[in-house]
């Protein structure tokens, strides 16, 4: 029997099916699929099945100082073991392995931890390598005809920025959040990678918070041409003899304004015309991908997540490249030929193939790893992907267009006049030839209009303005201009930099998009810098990066890379063991100023966002345990404390966190007033106690902001039902005959219709059904998708389920997991 071993299970399932062309059976084993056809059996890893740490003896925090984790040993350890226990089991009933993970380091990696467990398994069973660069028929069926060896050089560095990642992680982690004392859930985390990042967007906000703004003004007239107007701008020359738009000095600009206002013409100086050529873009590597997605309004880890899955199914190549140069096998012309298949491509298939030549540009680099990221013959169909992976495979496949389209061509008209001594200019374009634009919409093809005009013609002017402006401060990194800034500066790799901004975001250390630091951010930064500077250098990172570059081509060993990376963090604890209690000081001062509202209105003292041991957040008193004044906040999202203040208690507003579901919710001692002061409004009986009981369902509001249906007997009577934060509620005159409750209208004035809600029994019922699973806390996608698996994909599923069987088929869910989720859906 033939075992292969793929990185993730959509990847066995579609190669199994390329190989068995169709006819592969799925056998459940160990709540694992397993996918075999003539005597080959294909399973799908979980990425790492295995992962780095430190012996059991250096777990606890408070018992090991942190400088002793730079050279403590480390272990691997399975971190999914019923993948690693079924794939031992079939790879001792294997002749021959062959591995088949994503062709790049981390994939390389990967494909050693599995070769590690296959040898565990059996020591003499012949294991091979395959690496294609797309999951189409073609390049599968070409990589197992040929297979290759491991690369373990290349998967040993992999594996050494995997220790040295954890050691400077790890060590750093629990020395900030032990002097911090912020150790649990609320830890401070710091990372090689990461921290320079982090350095990167605090350094941009110090220069906007330094920023001074300037004044200046600009001057503009219409110029006019047989009954048509075009704009042009006062421009003069400074003591560099350059062209100069902005006048700094208020009383020059005045005088100049004067002028063109009284000026009743402009006489034409010059007239000057030029074509530019606009060539069409190098082909796509990862970063260029991120940025053209962000364009479209897609986050660096969700653009790279959407390509990750296209790849999987086939539809285009490995996202994670440097490659900006097709390779000399790809012939564009097979490729257009199978695109045109797809009607929404069909028209600019036409126009490509109608060219002389079909030549691709290329880009500055060049690499023999994979090509960069383009279709590939398979096509899908619209229905076969959701909008957002549509867009994005849409834009891949638009790029590969491009990138075989001549180039544009616009016309460039100058225009300069003089108003009585005062100068204007007027720059028009019109675009000559669309070229690549025609098949790549995603630049700006605006044209702007100035009629032909010859030197010495008089030109009326209709309008004079001035407009008073100040200098703008530096724009903050966005996703993707980050991203490229961490490419040029050599931090982390094409397939780790968005998942470093992702953790940041995690981390609590930025915040927005474009990214802004957090207070917590700017502490942990300063203290680096005045502390250890290493720990936010990006030459260190990159010197690192470039080490393991070196392991990569053999040049140098992982012992060597790591010892060396240790040595470098033991000299980092010198200087930080010196200064712990000032850094700790310095930073739960910070943690205090992000979390810091305002005062209390009971004591004076700080009133902070807290987190109870429940997880829950609410408002408490700095002066605890003297002072116990506090206030709740919403149980959806995570608060964010704004620079907005309510004017009438001197409080910061509050923000929550929620995804889409993002909200304000405003001062919180507001919120708490507002409730106190609104009285309930009693709308019928309830459900679960009112027979027994006397209990009633009420329109309530809480001092949290929320609103809800529920019962005059809590909290002895805990039913309740959710209602819509905004919006005034209407109690009808219509009731439902089931519950025998009135129907409700929203009238919310951010909507034209009312929302009619109805009874809200039935409202709540009809929504649960919708959303399904989707509507119980703590089945996300991932799990859901497992609970699928295992044929759960609906309530009623789920309420029939066994929990303890679910347990021994669903990976990482107990039993009382189960049982909690079928609580919540009854």
Wanted: aromatic share 6%.
């Amino acid at each position: 029997m033939e075992l292969i071993i793929t990185e993730k299970d959509n990847a066995a399932r579609r190669i199994a099916d390329i190989l068995s062309d169709g006819g592969a059976s799925t056998e459940r084993s160990g709540g694992v699929d397993v996918y075999e056809w003539g005597g080959r059996r294909c399973i799908g890893l979980s990425g790492h099945v295995v992962g780095v740490d430190f012996p059991p003896e250096y777990s606890d925090w408070r018992d090991v100082e942190p400088a002793e984790l730079a050279d403590a040993p480390v272990t691997k350890t399975p971190t999914q073991e019923s993948i690693v226990n079924v794939l031992k089991r079939l790879a001792g009933e294997a002749d021959s392995v062959i591995i088949a993970t994503d062709y790049d380091r981390e994939g390389e990696l990967i494909g050693k931890e599995a070769y590690e467990l296959v040898r565990e398994a059996n020591e003499d069973v012949p294991v091979s390598r395959v690496r294609f660069s797309s999951i189409t028929e073609n390049e599968v069926k070409s990589a197992f005809a040929d297979p290759d060896d491991l690369d373990f050089d290349l998967a040993a560095a992999g594996e050494a920025r995997q220790i040295i990642d954890l050691i400077w992680g790890a060590a750093l982690t629990r020395f900030l959040s032990l002097s911090a004392r912020q150790v649990g859930d609320d830890f401070i985390s710091v990372g090689r990678v990461q921290s320079p990042t982090l350095k990167l967007i605090v350094d941009k906000e110090r220069e906007i918070e330094a920023f001074d703004p300037e004044d200046y003004w600009e001057l503009f007239a219409d110029l006019e041409k047989d009954e048509a107007s075009f704009e042009a701008q006062y421009f003069y020359l400074d003591e560099d003899d350059n062209e100069a738009e902005r006048v700094w000095n208020e009383d020059d600009a005045d005088a100049a304004f004067d002028v063109l206002r009284e000026a009743a013409t402009a006489v034409v100086e010059s007239v000057r015309r030029r074509t530019r050529t606009d060539d069409p873009p190098a082909p796509f590597n990862t970063t260029q991908f991120i940025r053209a997605a962000s364009s479209l309004g897609y986050a660096a880890g969700r653009a790279m997540s959407i390509a990750e899955d296209l790849y999987t199914a086939g539809y285009i190549t490995y996202p994670r490249t440097d490659n900006t140069v097709y390779p000399e096998d790809l012939d564009p012309a097979d490729l257009l030929d199978a695109l045109s298949a797809q009607r929404d491509f069909a028209e600019s298939v036409e126009l490509l193939e109608g060219l002389d030549e079909l030549t691709a540009t290329r880009g500055d680099e060049e690499t023999t790893d994979h090509p960069p990221i383009h279709p590939t013959a398979d096509l899908p169909s619209k229905g076969d992907l959701s909008e957002d992976e549509w867009e994005v495979y849409e834009l891949v496949v638009r790029r590969f267009f491009a990138t075989l389209a001549e180039p544009a061509e616009w016309e460039h008209l100058r225009v300069v006049a003089d108003a009585d001594g005062e100068r204007l200019k007027a720059n028009g374009r019109r675009l000559v030839e669309e070229g690549y634009h025609a098949v790549y919409p995603y630049y700006g093809t605006d044209e702007n209009h100035v009629p032909d005009v010859t030197e010495g013609e008089e030109l009326a002017i209709s309008d004079a303005r001035i407009e008073a402006k100040q200098t703008q401060p530096p724009r903050r990194y966005g996703q993707s201009r980050l991203i490229e800034t961490m490419e040029e500066m050599g931090i982390g790799t094409k397939s780790t930099r968005h998942n470093v901004i992702e953790k940041l975001y995690d981390r609590g250390y930025i915040e927005n998009d474009p990214p802004r630091p957090t207070r917590l951010a700017m502490a942990v930064v300063e203290a680096a810098e005045e502390y250890a500077d290493l720990v936010v250098s990006e030459e260190m990172t990159a010197e690192l990066e470039a080490d393991m570059t070196a392991i990569a081509e053999g040049e140098t060993s992982l012992d060597s890379v790591t010892e060396e990376s240790r040595e470098i963090l033991d000299r980092v604890f010198e200087a930080l063991d010196e200064s712990r209690e000032e850094i700790g000081e310095h930073l739960r001062e910070s943690l205090k100023a992000d979390k810091r509202l305002g005062p209390c209105p009971k004591c004076g003292s700080d009133l902070l966002v807290r987190r109870s041991r429940q997880g829950s957040y609410f408002v408490g008193c700095d002066g605890y345990p003297e002072c116990r004044f506090t206030l709740p906040l919403p149980s959806t999202g995570e608060p964010v404390v704004l620079d907005a203040e309510c004017e009438e208690h001197g409080l910061n507003e509050v923000k929550m966190l929620a995804g889409r579901n993002t909200f304000v919710h405003g001062c919180p001692l507001c919120a708490a007033e507002e409730a106190a002061e609104t009285e309930d409004r009693i709308i019928g009986p309830c459900p679960a106690c009112n027979e027994e009981h006397g209990g009633e369902l009420a329109i309530r509001k809480l001092q949290s902001g929320s609103r809800l249906v529920g019962c005059t007997r809590y909290p002895d009577c805990e039913y309740s039902l959710p209602l819509p934060r905004r919006g005034e509620i209407e109690v009808t005159d219509e009731y439902c005959e089931e519950h025998d409750l009135p129907e409700l209208v929203v009238h919310d004035e951010g909507s034209e219709e009312p929302w009619e809600l109805g009874c809200p029994i039935c409202n709540y019922e009809e929504y649960r059904a919708r959303r399904g699973l989707d509507g119980i806390d703590g089945i996300g996608p991932k799990t859901k998708e497992k609970l699928a698996e295992a044929g759960i994909k609906d309530l009623a599923d789920l309420a029939d389920a066994d929990a303890e069987g679910v347990a021994e088929t669903v990976e990482g869910v107990s039993a009382e997991r189960v049982r909690d989720w079928q609580a919540k859906a009854d």
